[in-house]
C-alpha cells in the first residue's frame, strides 16, 4: 500500500456562503490558478459573480480578481505571460435566454491584471468548458447551439447543439480559426507540443490538427454498455514524471489519462479509468468502486509510478469523495477518502473501501473535482456542492499533496 499520501495543507477559498471552483492550472512558481464563481449572498443572486485566484505554493492567495455575474469562468490555462480563463455569459435580461450571450476568453498578467477580454458569438447556447494553451495562442472547447423559448422564463435546447473549438492569439485575443464538430458535449481538451488536440465528447475522443481540421475519432463505451460517459482528459506528460528517461518520455508522448463513468444503471455502477496511446489504442482500462450505488469519475492524472483518480460515490442522500491510486499495469495500490467535519479542513482517510464511519453525512455533497500535478506532489480541488441546504456544507477547498511510495 502506499504510505505517502500525505496532505501539506488546506485552505478554504474565500468564506462567501457559497464558491464553487470550476478549474485550476500550476503556476510558473509550483503555485495555483483556481477559478469558478461565488454568491456571498442568499439565493437571490446579491453579489454572484466569477472570480480568478492566485495561490502560492504554501497556499496563501496573492490576488484574486472578478468579473461581475454577467461572467462565469469555466476553465484556465497558462501561457508564458500568465493565466487565461474561458467561460459562459449570463445574461441580465430575464426575457432573454441566459444561453443566448456569447462565450469569452480573458488573458491576466501574473500580476493579476487584465490584459484583453473577448466574446466570440456563434449561435446560441454557446458556452467554453475547456481551454489550453498550444504554441500559436491557445484553444478554448465547448459547445453551441440553439435555444428556444417555451414559455416566459422557460428554455430548452434545441437539436443541433455541436461541440465547437475557436483558436485565439495569446497577445490580443484575436481569433485565428474556429471549428463546429459532431457531438455536443465537449468537456476536456489537452494539446500537444506541435498544437495538435484530443478532446473527450461523451462516450468519444476526438483528434484534431492544429488548424481545427478533425483527423478521426473513436468511441470507448465500457464493457458495462449505454450509460458511459468520458469527461475529463490529460495528457501523460503533465503527470509526476521524476524519473523520466529519453525512453520514458518517448513512451509517454500523446498518451492520455481518462476519466468517467461505466454505468448499465445495475448493480455495478463503476468509475472508469482509461488510458490510450497516441493512436487510439487502450493501454489500461479500470471500473472501480461502491457496489449498489453509483460512482463518479471526477479526473485522472499520469504519476511516475501509475495513475491516480478521483471519484464519487452516491449513498441516499449524501456523496462520498474518494482517491484511488493504480500501478501502471492497473493494479489498485491505495484509497483513500476526502472528508470533512463541520468547522474543520478536510482530512485524507485511509479506511476500508465501505468507506469511514460516520460519513456520508446527509445531504452533504462533495467532490474531489480537479488534480493538479506538481514538480514535488499535486494540488487537490475540493468542492461541496449546492444541494446541500446547509449554509455550512457549501465550500472549497484546495489541498497539496505528496504522493510518494
Known amino acids: 500500500m502506499r504510505d505517502g499520501a500525505t496532505v501539506q495543507w488546506w485552505t478554504r477559498l474565500g468564506s462567501e456562503r457559497e464558491r464553487f471552483v470550476t478549474d485550476a492550472a500550476l503556476a510558473g512558481d509550483n503555485g495555483l490558478y483556481a477559478v469558478g464563481w461565488y454568491d456571498v449572498g442568499d439565493r437571490t443572486g446579491d453579489g454572484f459573480g466569477g472570480f480568478l485566484q492566485r495561490l ?16 462565469r469562468p469555466k476553465a484556465v490555462t497558462v501561457i508564458s505571460d500568465g493565466p487565461v480563463v474561458a467561460g459562459e455569459s449570463l445574461s441580465v435580461d430575464t426575457d432573454q435566454s441566459e444561453e443566448e450571450s456569447p462565450a469569452w476568453l480573458a488573458s491576466m498578467t501574473a500580476g493579476g491584471v487584465r490584459r484583453w477580454e473577448q466574446e466570440f458569438p456563434s449561435g446560441s447556447g454557446d458556452t467554453f468548458e475547456t481551454v489550453v494553451a498550444t504554441p500559436d495562442g491557445v484553444v478554448a472547447g465547448g459547445q453551441t447551439g440553439s435555444y428556444s ?14 461541440d465547437w473549438l475557436l483558436a485565439a492569439d495569446a497577445d490580443d485575443g484575436t481569433e485565428h480559426w474556429r471549428e463546429r464538430y459532431a457531438g455536443n458535449d465537449c468537456k476536456s481538451l489537452v494539446a500537444d507540443e506541435t498544437g495538435a488536440l484530443r478532446y473527450v465528447s461523451g462516450s468519444s475522443v476526438a483528434w484534431v490538427s492544429p488548424d481545427g481540421t478533425k483527423e478521426h475519432s473513436k468511441y470507448y463505451y465500457a464493457e458495462t454498455g449505454s450509460s458511459d460517459t468520458l469527461d475529463s482528459i490529460a495528457s501523460h506528460e503533465q503527470g509526476l514524471a521524476t524519473t523520466g528517461s529519453v525512453d520514458s518520455d518517448r513512451d509517454r508522448a500523446g498518451v492520455s489519462v ?43 492524472i499520469a ?3 501509475g495513475y491516480l483518480l478521483s471519484g464519487t460515490a452516491l449513498f441516499g442522500n449524501g456523496s462520498l469523495p474518494w482517491l484511488a491510486w493504480f500501478d501502471t499495469d492497473g493494479t489498485l495500490t491505495d484509497y483513500r477518502f476526502v472528508v470533512r467535519a463541520p468547522d474543520s479542513a478536510p482530512e485524507l482517510v485511509s479506511a476500508g473501501f465501505d468507506g469511514p464511519a460516520g460519513y456520508p453525512i446527509a445531504s452533504h455533497h462533495a467532490d474531489v473535482d480537479h488534480l493538479v500535478p506538481t514538480r514535488n506532489g499535486l494540488f487537490v480541488v475540493y468542492n461541496e456542492h449546492n444541494r446541500s441546504q446547509n449554509p455550512a456544507h457549501r465550500q472549497s477547498w484546495i489541498g497539496s499533496l505528496t504522493c510518494g511510495r
Open 56 to 71: 502560492s505554493p504554501s497556499g496563501t492567495v496573492d490576488w484574486e480578481y472578478r468579473w461581475d455575474r454577467k461572467r
Open 149 to 162: 423559448q417555451r414559455s416566459p422564463r422557460s428554455w430548452e435546447r434545441v437539436y443541433g447543439t455541436r
Open 258 to 300: 481518462i476519466a468517467g463513468k461505466a454505468w448499465e444503471r445495475s448493480e455495478t455502477n463503476d468509475a472508469r479509468l482509461l488510458v490510450i496511446n497516441v493512436d487510439g489504442e487502450i493501454l489500461l482500462d479500470r471500473a472501480i468502486g461502491f457496489a449498489a450505488t453509483s460512482n463518479f469519475g471526477r479526473d485522472a
Open 303 to 305: 504519476l511516475d509510478d
